[in-house]
């Protein structure tokens, strides 16, 4: 087979190499996803900025509104920022605590 008809070969999870290939794909995005998140919240700027954007997703409040649709876009903008927030905890445990801390003090 030609190397161009092995790039548009499509994932098949019966076959032990493209499975050891896909889990290899994904430990190195989790990893560098892992160093952006590090990088943000290695300053107070960036700890600034993500809790802005985490509050902005609502992940701080009751999404509750009694009109249906409304509810249901401020639950949507919850998971993106409950994912994120998952995220920042897995990654920098000490520097989201950090964060919250320097939140409350502006308060």
């Known amino acids: 087979m030609s190397e161009e008809h092995d790039a548009e070969k499509p994932y098949d999870a019966g076959d032990p ?14 990893a560098g996803s892992k160093t952006v998140i590090r990088q ?12 802005r954007f985490l ?3 609502h992940v701080y409040q009751n999404p509750f509104s009694q009109n249906a649709l409304s509810m249901a876009f401020m639950c949507g903008e919850m998971n993106v920022g409950q994912r994120l927030m ?20 502006k308060q």
């Open 17 to 30: 190499e493209d499975v050891r290939r896909r889990v290899t794909e994904d430990r190195r995005r989790a």
């Open 40 to 51: 943000i919240m290695a300053s107070s700027e960036g700890r600034a900025w993500l809790y």
């Open 55 to 57: 509050s902005m997703c």
């Open 86 to 105: 998952a995220d920042v905890v897995t990654a920098a445990p000490d520097k989201y605590f950090a964060m919250l801390s320097e939140q409350g003090e």
